[in-house]
């Protein structure tokens, strides 16, 4: 038995309750996991509110963690007994112990502490596609980033910096603004005070973005399209103020033959070299301070209801962590 924070069925953050669940031994190619941090991300939200379907009748949230394999089961090769290992799968971190396919798991470096890692592992790995892959940016690039001061947009900022982009970014209040300041952004607009289409025009001087990563949705894909400049391109990877409704595929003509995608992370780390390829560039970049994250704030997983009213509620940044 372990314990976890269960949902019967969606609904508001009270729908997660501390829980006695089984737990197994590990089968073939799977290992047991003792957590030690738990990442709270949207993507937890989108679940427990019923936006994502759920796979089964049940549903416990958590889609990142770091701890230590407790037993492995047959055919592991890769990590062993005693590893410090981290993971992000959609679904079941928020729990004590669990089982898990032992090729989803990185070993984390002896440098990192495991709440680093719990709390920047998938925010990280985001930042990491949403740059190379979604759009790759160039030195001299200016990107627009929405959200600048959370979990991903303090990560998006730094790397935009190291790759010699210019970045820009928005927040919800002057806090969040320093603090976005304070990691890569050179430009931050209050976008709950100020339009800011008319604001970025005027930082690049009319000349628009040559990327927008969007992840507040409703409230802002209509302005983001605005920012772009002639086949710039729009990423659209979350939607924490709502589904975006309305997009045709005419909008991107008329801004100007832009393009547009909708990427989701487990995409881009279904195979097991991509997910280390892309680790060891978070790990590196982490490891050798060119990306900070600051230690994130904690509260005990029996709590989690509370960490996702905070995190609904605008009112967190950066990261927060989960404790068994
Ligand atoms: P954040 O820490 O960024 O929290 C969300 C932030 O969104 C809030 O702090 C708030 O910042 C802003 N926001 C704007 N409007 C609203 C609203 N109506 N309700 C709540 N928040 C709002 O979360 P994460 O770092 O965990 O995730 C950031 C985004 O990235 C999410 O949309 C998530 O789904 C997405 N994501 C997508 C992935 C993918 O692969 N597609 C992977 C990982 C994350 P402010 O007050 O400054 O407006």
Not at 143 to 170: D, E, F, N, R, Y
Not at 284 to 289: D, I, P, Q
Not at 304 to 324: I, N
Request: hydrophobic share 40%; aromatic share 6%; glycine share 12%.
């Amino acid at each position: 038995m372990m314990k976890a924070m269960l949902a019967a069925a969606p609904g508001g953050p009270d729908a997660m309750v501390w829980s006695d669940v089984e737990l197994g031994a590990p089968g073939p190619g799977e290992v047991r996991i003792r957590h030690r941090a738990i990442g709270v991300n949207f993507i937890d939200v989108y679940y427990r509110s019923g936006l994502y379907p759920w796979p089964d009748k049940t549903l416990i949230p958590g889609a990142e963690a770091a701890g230590v394999i407790t037993a492995v089961g047959p055919d592991v090769h890769d990590v062993a007994i005693g590893d410090h290992v981290a993971y992000v799968s959609r679904l079941g971190a928020y729990c004590e112990e669990r089982l898990i396919d032992a090729d989803r798991c990185v070993k984390i470096p002896v440098n990192l502490s495991d709440t680093v890692v719990a709390g920047s592992l998938l925010k990280g790995l985001t930042a990491q596609y949403l740059v190379t892959s979604s759009y790759a940016v160039q030195p001299g690039d200016t990107i627009l980033v929405h959200a600048a001061a959370g979990g991903v947009g303090l990560i998006l900022g730094q790397w935009l910096k190291a790759l010699g982009a210019h970045a820009i970014g928005t927040a919800g209040s002057p806090e969040k603004i320093a603090l976005a300041e304070a990691h890569g952004y050179e430009h931050v607009i209050n976008y709950r005070q100020d339009d800011f289409v008319p604001a970025v025009k005027e930082i690049t001087s009319g000349r628009g973005c040559a990327a927008v990563y969007d992840s507040v949705g409703a409230d802002t894909w209509r302005g983001s399209l605005q920012c772009l400049k002639k086949r710039g391109m729009f990423v659209s990877f979350g939607q924490s103020s709502g589904m975006i409704e309305g997009f045709k595929l005419s909008d991107l003509a008329a801004h100007g033959s832009i393009s547009a995608n909708r990427p989701v992370l487990f995409d881009y780390v279904e195979d097991r070299a991509e997910l280390l390829s892309r680790s060891a560039d978070l790990f590196s970049r982490l490891v050798g301070g060119e990306i900070r994250i600051t230690e994130p704030d904690r509260r005990p997983l029996s709590e989690a209801a509370e960490a996702h009213a905070l995190l609904e509620g605008r009112q967190t940044t950066g990261s927060l962590v989960l404790t068994p």
